[in-house]
T-cell receptor, first 117, second 114 residues
């Protein structure tokens, strides 16, 4: 069964450093998402991406964050200057195509645990 | 924006018993309600979902009910097994053909005891 993959599984960085989290969505999917989950809390939406542009973003997704689909398979989340409060599990998800006649399932990857020291 | 409340936060049942988890949502425009199971160290996995034009959906031991008027939906697991132990999240979304972000509840830690 196709699945979303993410690398690395765990990233440790120093405050102020840049990090790039990588995701490979399911190959024929068209919508891509990043969510984060601070330890013990609920999963929160960060950003959705379609047709090489952001379709929606949350208040969390400020100027320190950016997303990119650099090639036909990867989808990345960049945090420009990490803060302590960016420590969380980051999940990538992909969706075939939302609509009244399409499956709406978002498939999640296993996550990248980001630790900012 | 959408707000999803989920109860209980923890639920302990004996193997073979039923478990019920309840969620409420605030935005009447939401029309898609998935349930995800998250095991330790893994990403959320969809277990069942329901659209707003359906009141109930069942898949073997798992069922979801939706009350649009009251804006609440519930997950029912029958004949629970130890492998059902995990954190369960409900979510809500407005499927519009664009964006489709999920708003999650706070999660329920289900423990099935032998």
């Amino acid at each position: 069964e196709p699945e979303v993959t993410q690398t690395p599984s765990h990233q440790v960085t120093q405050m102020g450093q840049e990090v790039i989290l990588r995701c490979v969505p399911i190959s024929n999917h068209l919508y891509f998402y990043w969510y984060r989950q601070i330890l013990g809390q609920k999963v929160e939406f960060l950003v959705s991406f379609y047709n090489n542009e952001i379709s929606e973003k949350s208040e969390i997704f400020d100027d320190q964050f950016s997303v990119e689909r650099p090639d036909g398979s990867n989808f990345t989340l960049k945090i420009r200057s990490t803060k302590l409060e960016d420590s969380a599990m980051y999940f990538c998800a992909s969706l075939l195509f939302p609509g009244p006649y399409s499956p709406d399932t978002q498939y999640f990857g296993p996550g990248t645990r980001l630790t900012v020291l | 924006g959408e707000n999803v409340e989920q109860h209980p936060s923890t639920l302990s049942v004996q193997e073979g018993d039923s478990a019920v988890i309840k969620c409420t949502y605030s935005d009447s425009a939401s029309n898609y309600f998935p349930w995800y199971k998250q095991e330790l160290g893994k990403g959320p996995q969809l277990i069942i979902d329901i659209r707003s034009n359906v009141g109930e959906k069942k898949d073997q031991r798992i069922a979801v009910t939706l009350n649009k008027t009251a804006k609440h939906f519930s997950l029912h697991i029958t004949e629970t097994q130890p492998e059902d132990s995990a954190v369960y999240f409900c979510a809500a979304s407005e499927v519009t053909g664009g964006g489709n972000k999920l708003t999650f509840g706070t999660g329920t830690q289900l423990k099935v005891e032998l």
